[in-house]
C-alpha cells in the first residue's frame, strides 16, 4: 500500500529563518515522484517542487529545496528565508507510476510565519 | 498558465438533492480527478478519469459518480446529498507523470 505521512499539525517560524516540514512516504514501487503543494488560506492548492525517485540531486526551486533521503523514505521540504506570505497549509504527495496517475496525498502540516 | 475552473465556489444545498459540481480545464490535459478535503484527513480521492468516458474508482467513491462526455470537462454528481458529504471539493488536472493543476475549490454544505 502507498502511504504519505505528514507528522507536524502545526508549525510556527520566525520571519527571515529557515524551516522544514516533515514528510515521510511508504511504497514498495521502485519508480515514484513526491510533490508538495501550498494551500494559502484562499483555498487553491499550488504546486511547488518535485522530486523522482531516480533523481540523483536534491530538487531546489527558489527558496524551495526538497531533502530527499531515499534510504529513510523521507521528503522533506525546506523553505529559506521564511516570508510572511508563507503561511499556508503544506501537503507532501506521491506518485507511484505502475498504479497509474493516482496521487497520495499526507495530511498536511499549517505553517505559520511569526513577524 | 494552466486553468482549472470550478463551477462555484459555495454551495448550500439539501439533504437529498441531487448535486453536479463541474470541472473544465484549459490544457487539454489527459487526466481529471475529483478530491474531497477534511480537517485531518488531508486529500481523499473521489474518482479520476484518465480519457474520455473513462473513469476510476479512489478511495471514497461511494455516494458519488462522475461523467467525463469531453476531454476538458469533468463532472462530480452527488446522486442524494448528505449531510456527511459538506466538505471541501477540489477538482485537479494533468498529464501523466506529471504535477497536477488545482481549481479553486468548491465549499459544499448539505442540510
Redesign the interface.
Known amino acids: 500500500a502507498q502511504k504519505i505521512t ?1 507528522t507536524q ?1 502545526g508549525m510556527f517560524v520566525q520571519e527571515k529563518e529557515a524551516v522544514t516540514l516533515d514528510c515521510t512516504y511508504d511504497t514498495s514501487d521502485p519508480s515514484y ?1 513526491l ?1 508538495w ?1 501550498k494551500q494559502p488560506s ?6 511547488l517542487i ?1 522530486q523522482g525517485s531516480y533523481d540523483q540531486q536534491n530538487a531546489t526551486e527558489g527558496r524551495y529545496s526538497l531533502n530527499f533521503q531515499k534510504a529513510r523514505k523521507s521528503a522533506n521540504l525546506v523553505i529559506s528565508a521564511s516570508q510572511l506570505g508563507d503561511s499556508a497549509m503544506y ?1 507532501c ?1 506521491m ?1 507511484v ?1 505502475n498504479t ?4 497520495y ?4 502540516t499549517s505553517l505559520t510565519v511569526i513577524p | 498558465d494552466v486553468k482549472v475552473t470550478q463551477s462555484s465556489r459555495y454551495l448550500v444545498k439539501r439533504t437529498g438533492e441531487k448535486v453536479f459540481l463541474e470541472c473544465v480545464q484549459d490544457m487539454d490535459h489527459e487526466n481529471m480527478f475529483w478530491y474531497r478535503q477534511d480537517p485531518g484527513l488531508g486529500l481523499r480521492l473521489i474518482y479520476f478519469s484518465y480519457d474520455v468516458k473513462m473513469k476510476e474508482k479512489g478511495d471514497i467513491p461511494e455516494g458519488y459518480s462522475v461523467s467525463r462526455e469531453k476531454k476538458e470537462r469533468f463532472s462530480l454528481i452527488l446522486e442524494s446529498a448528505s449531510t456527511n458529504q459538506t466538505s471541501m471539493y477540489l477538482c485537479a488536472s494533468g498529464q501523466p507523470a506529471y504535477e497536477q493543476y488545482f481549481g479553486p475549490g468548491t465549499r459544499l454544505t448539505v442540510t
Open positions: 505528514q499539525p515522484g510533490f503543494y484562499s483555498g487553491e492548492m499550488i504546486f518535485y501537503f504527495a506518485r507510476i497509474g496517475n493516482q496521487f496525498f499526507g495530511t498536511g
